[in-house]
């Protein structure tokens, strides 16, 4: 076990025997690496988050708390209370390289956990979680917007999976409503002009050439007797035609960006279903529907909302909101624990009533979660790149994997907060140099790797058996040891706030440690040879699983 695991636990079982009255949820503080290595190794500020509800000053609570410690014997060469009641450790010179046997040992598995295990799980399974993300309307080609939220929604995925999870990827289709019927239309006359007729694309329809590229692979596929059909028929079979295109299309593109589904789910499946009637059946037994001015409305207020919201407005059509409730009720049939669901900014709003109408159903909130994606800028030589020629409304994800490569374009979506807009600078991320985020970590992987090369040894034939590891003792190499020793926690927090942005920070740290002792200290023909390739093997693989994690690769040469 790491640092991150063994201390803050006999921190927490020194503390709960100061006051029999105090649980693990009294229990709130922060426990890390120091930044200056005069206060030690790891610091934590438990006894001053502590000392209020004891009624205590801090630095008593921090000498109680010391007094109390039970640790491994020779875990820690000094504990120390310091200021007005950070405790501070030192770890023993053993313990702190032991981390290296760790990842030594459990290589590609190193850093993974358990903290998704048994809620809501089958035998031997974890909480099963439905992650639904990208769900773009099959209207068109996928645009910048949706690569940040495939990037996100594919790490949030694999960050649940490294911690016990039981995931599943899901991407939701709008194959209903106004904006299908648009589509079809615009379709429809986008044939008749290239059957070489008038026709106008209807009000708020689409407008882009990659109808136009539809339209004339219809027809030369069906022929020209196509754009003879009589309009009801025409613009019935360019529906099922533009679906199924635009759709096999965002497929193509996802695949090439290196993200999978388990699971692709309909609009449609629910009317086919009854799962709208069976959600409205279950809204009324629960007595929170009413009917006024001919439509049936949700009492959604009593649940949070701002205002109630219609379910069925008075022509009999429904309203967006129930096919998504519907929806959510069919993820929580289908035995899941957790939805959570990455949606684009434009969403924000739609969030309270979503969660309003579920509260209503009885779900608790903890069922649902919506991670919001901000808007994306692309940016080229200083200027706004605004549209592309296919679309002439937006930059295409595909446009910009292609120019930056899929590494770079998921790297860079991934170095900020989803719900931060963000700036993505095209340039930067075709460099080849250590300006570019991706470039230097994908650059200390290879330089690790390199090291081997050199010694004509092979990384996984480099083990921690029988090696003086207490050697590493430089600064860099005991900095190296400390973010080792951090990943395993790391991953685990990231996963529980759902913010793949920390990982990208963590890569980027320990990227620069590895250059900075890379260039500085020597390992092959140097006392500490087999310890620092232990040291490298290690940093390589933590690098490695760091990438991996993120759905970028880690290469051996750049």
């Not at 106004?178 to 615009?186: F, M």
């Not at 957790?338 to 949606?343: G, H, S």
Request: with cysteine; net charge neutral; proline share 4%.
């Amino acid at each position: 076990m790491t640092p991150h695991e063994v201390i803050p636990e006999a921190l927490v079982n020194a503390a709960l025997s100061l006051d029999a009255s105090l649980s693990r949820a009294d229990l709130v503080f922060t426990f890390g690496e120091t930044r200056d290595p005069a206060h030690g190794d790891y610091a934590t500020n438990l006894a001053l988050t502590l000392a209020p509800k004891l009624g205590k000053k801090p630095r008593a609570v921090a000498e109680a708390i010391v007094a109390r410690l039970e640790l491994p014997p020779g875990y820690v060469s000094k504990i120390e209370v310091a200021g007005p009641g950070f405790i501070n450790f030192v770890l023993a010179r053993e313990e702190r390289a032991a981390v290296l046997a760790r990842i030594v040992a459990e290589g590609s598995r190193y850093g993974r956990g358990d903290a998704g295990a048994g809620v809501g799980a089958g035998a031997g399974r974890g909480t099963k979680v439905n992650v639904e993300f990208v769900s773009a309307n099959p209207t068109g080609p996928l645009h910048v917007g949706h690569g940040r939220g495939a990037a996100l929604g594919d790490a949030i995925a694999t960050l649940l999976e490294w911690t016990g999870h039981a995931v599943t990827r899901e991407f939701y289709v709008n194959d209903g409503g106004a904006q299908i019927d648009k589509l079809a239309r615009s379709l429809w006359a986008r044939v008749q002009q290239c059957a070489g007729r008038a026709a106008e694309i209807p009000e708020g329809g689409y407008h882009g050439d990659y109808l136009k590229e539809l339209a004339a692979d219809i027809l030369a596929r069906e022929g020209r007797g196509f754009a003879d059909l009589p309009e009801p028929e025409g613009v019935s079979r360019c529906r099922a035609i533009a679906v199924r295109s635009q759709r096999a299309e965002q497929d193509a593109d996802l695949r090439e960006f290196g993200v999978r589904f388990d699971v692709v789910f309909s609009e449609s499946q629910l009317y086919r279903e009854g799962a709208i009637d069976q959600a409205l059946a279950e809204l009324a037994r629960h007595g929170v529907t009413f009917e006024r001015d001919g439509a049936l409305w949700l009492r959604s207020t009593a649940f949070g909302d701002d205002k109630d919201r219609v379910l069925r407005k008075s022509d009999g059509t429904y309203t967006y909101l129930l096919p998504d409730i519907a929806y959510h009720r069919h993820k929580r049939e289908r035995g899941f624990a957790r939805a959570i669901d990455v949606w684009g900014a434009d969403h924000h709003g739609y969030v309270p009533r979503v969660r309003a109408a579920l509260r209503a159903l009885g779900y608790g909130d903890d069922f649902f979660h919506v991670q919001i994606v901000q808007l994306v800028r692309v940016m080229r030589g200083g200027e706004e790149v605004r549209f592309s020629k296919r679309t002439g409304e937006f930059v295409t994800l595909r446009d910009l994997f292609q120019e930056t490569g899929v590494d770079a374009a998921r790297y860079f979506f991934l170095m900020r907060r989803g719900d931060a807009q963000f700036v993505f600078d095209v340039d930067l991320a075709k460099s080849q140099t250590e300006d570019n985020p991706v470039f230097y970590v994908q650059m200390a992987h290879a330089r690790m790797s390199g090291i081997f090369r050199v010694a004509a040894r092979e990384p996984e034939r480099v083990t921690a058996d029988g090696v003086d590891l207490g050697t590493l003792t430089t600064a860099e190499e005991v900095d190296l040891l400390k973010e080792l020793a951090a990943f395993p926690g790391l991953v685990a927090r990231a996963a529980e706030a759902l913010e793949p942005h920390r990982l990208t920070g963590y890569l980027d740290g320990l990227a620069r440690i590895a250059h900075a002792w890379y260039h500085k200290y020597r390992v092959l023909g140097e006392p500490e040879e087999t310890a620092r390739l232990v040291l490298a093997r290690a940093v390589r693989q933590v690098l490695a699983n760091g990438l991996t994690l993120l759905g970028i690769r880690a290469p051996d040469r750049m």
